[in-house]
C-alpha cells in the first residue's frame, strides 16, 4: 500500500522544467531532474523488489541485509538515508523498501514541510512500520526538522499548544516507523539529523553496460523491441542516469512509429538521437554552446561564470547548475579560481586545435567583465 501525504508532491521541482520542456525544444532531453508528468510515465517502468533493480551492486547488498535483519527480528529497520545525484533511483527504493517490508509508504517532500506542524500532521497519523519517505530531506524547513530529530530518535513530538506565556507542550507517542530521506546535497544536512540515520547508501553513476540492461527491461514494459546495439548507443549517451535512459527510450521509440517499422534498431536510434541534438558523450545543444564559446570566442578561457552565460544566451544559474556539473565530470570544463576554462578534451570534442596555452590549464589572464565574477576565493573549494 502506497500513500501521499497532501503535500504537492507531483508539483514541478526547481530545475525539473515545465511538463512539455523535455518534449518540446529538446533542451532538457538529458537532464536528471523529472517533471510531474514524466513520474507518471516513470511510475510504469519502475522495478518492483531489489531482484529486479538494475545496478548499484552495493547499496542492494547492504540493503537486503538490513532489510532482512529487521524481518528476522520482526521489528523495523533504522531509518535510512538515501544519497546521490538526482535520476539514480533513490525513490524507486524507497517504494521497494516497503513493499520488502509489507509496510504502507507516506511520500512527501522537504520543501513541501515547511512549518512544524505540516509534519506534526504527518508523523501523528503514521501507522506501526509504516515507511515514511522525504524526499529533498535536506529542505526541510529548520522548525520540522527539530522536530524530527526526535520524532527519529524518541518516536515522539511535542505538540505545542497555545502561544506566549500560556503555551503548553503535549507530548505525542509515535508507533515504530521507519524514515527513509533522499537528498542530492548530503553536504547539506545538518549534522545531528545525518547522525539519526542507521543506514547512509550513496547512489553512483550507472555504467553503460547497466544502462543497456536498464533500457532493455523498460522497453519490454513498453511492449517495444529494441536491439542490443540499439539500446547500448542509446545507455551510452544517457549520462549514466538511468532517468535519462528511459527519456531517450521514449523519445526514440516516437521517432521509431512515426518514421519508421516501431522497432528501435541501431539506425533508428541513431537518426532519432541526431534529431534530437544528443551527440555521442551525452551533451545536448546547450551543453555544445558552452564549450564551443569557451574555446572559439574565449580561446579556451579562463572565464567568468556570467561573460559565459551571456555569451550562451543563458542565465548564469543554468550554467552552473544544470550544465557545469556534467562537463566538469566529463572532463571537458575545469573551474578553477579564476574562472571557466575548455580542457583538451574540449577542444578535441569540437574537432578544433587546442592552441599551446589550454594545455597549462589557464595560463591566460582571466576574460571577465566583472572583477567579482563566481571567482571569489573559495568558492570553487
Known amino acids: 500500500m502506497i500513500e501521499r501525504s497532501s503535500s504537492p508532491e507531483g508539483a514541478p521541482r526547481p530545475g525539473g522544467g515545465g511538463p512539455t520542456g523535455a518534449d518540446a525544444d529538446g533542451r532538457d532531453l538529458v537532464r536528471a531532474e523529472a517533471a510531474a508528468l514524466e513520474r507518471a510515465a ?6 518492483k523488489d531489489l531482484g529486479e533493480f538494475v545496478g548499484q551492486t ?5 540493503l537486503s541485509l538490513v532489510l532482512d535483519a529487521a524481518s528476522a527480528r520482526g521489528r523495523s529497520p533504522e531509518h535510512m538515508l538515501l544519497s546521490g545525484p538526482p535520476g539514480l533511483g533513490k ?39 509504516e515507511v515514511l519517505f522525504i524526499d529533498e530531506i535536506h529542505r526541510l524547513a529548520r522548525p520540522a526538522e527539530e522536530m ?10 511535542d505538540v505545542v499548544v497555545g502561544k506566549g506565556v500560556g503555551a503548553t507542550a503535549i507530548p505525542l507517542e509515535l508507533p515504530p516507523f521507519t524514515a527513509v530521506g533522499a537528498t542530492t546535497r548530503a553536504g ?6 545525518r547522525d539519526r540515520f542507521g543506514f547512509t547508501g550513496h547512489l553512483d553513476f550507472y555504467s553503460a553496460a547497466e544502462l543497456a540492461q536498464v533500457i532493455e527491461r523498460s522497453a519490454g514494459r513498453l511492449e517495444i523491441a529494441v536491439d542490443p546495439d540499439a539500446a547500448h548507443e542509446i545507455a551510452s549517451r544517457s549520462r549514466g542516469t538511468p532517468r535519462i535512459a528511459n527519456r531517450l527510450l521514449r523519445r526514440v521509440r516516437d521517432f521509431a512509429e512515426v518514421r519508421g517499422t516501431g522497432d528501435i534498431t541501431i539506425d533508428s536510434a541513431l537518426e532519432a538521437l541526431r534529431v534530437y541534438e544528443v551527440d555521442q558523450r551525452g551533451l545536448d545543444r546547450l551543453d555544445r554552446a558552452v564549450i564551443s564559446a569557451l574555446c572559439t570566442k574565449f580561446g579556451g578561457g579562463p572565464v567568468g561564470l556570467s561573460t559565459l552565460a551571456i555569451a550562451v ?16 565530470r566529463e572532463g571537458l570544463l575545469g573551474r578553477t579560481p579564476r574562472g571557466r576554462i575548455a580542457t583538451p578534451a574540449a577542444w578535441e570534442h569540437l574537432g578544433l586545435a587546442a592552441p599551446p596555452q589550454s594545455a597549462q590549464w589557464g595560463a591566460q589572464p582571466a576574460l571577465t567583465d566583472d572583477p567579482g565574477d563566481d571567482i571569489g576565493l573559495g568558492r570553487f573549494a
Open 313 to 328: 544566451g543563458e542565465e548564469t544559474e543554468t550554467v552552473e547548475t544544470v550544465v557545469e556539473p556534467f562537463l566538469v
Open 42 to 47: 516513470e511510475g510504469a517502468l519502475r522495478p
Open 58 to 62: 552495493r547499496v542492494r547488498e547492504q
Open 91 to 129: 525513490t524507486t527504493l524507497a517504494m521497494i523498501i516497503a513493499r520488502e517490508l509489507g509496510a504502507p509508504l507516506r511520500i512527501t517532500s522537504g520543501p513541501a514541510v515547511q512549518h512544524a506542524g505540516d509534519l506534526a500532521a504527518i508523523l501523528s497519523s503514521l501507522e506501526e512500520g
Open 188 to 193: 547539506l544536512l545538518p549534522s545531528p539529523l
Open 148 to 157: 524530527l530529530y526526535m520524532a527519529m530518535e524518541d518516536f515522539r513530538v
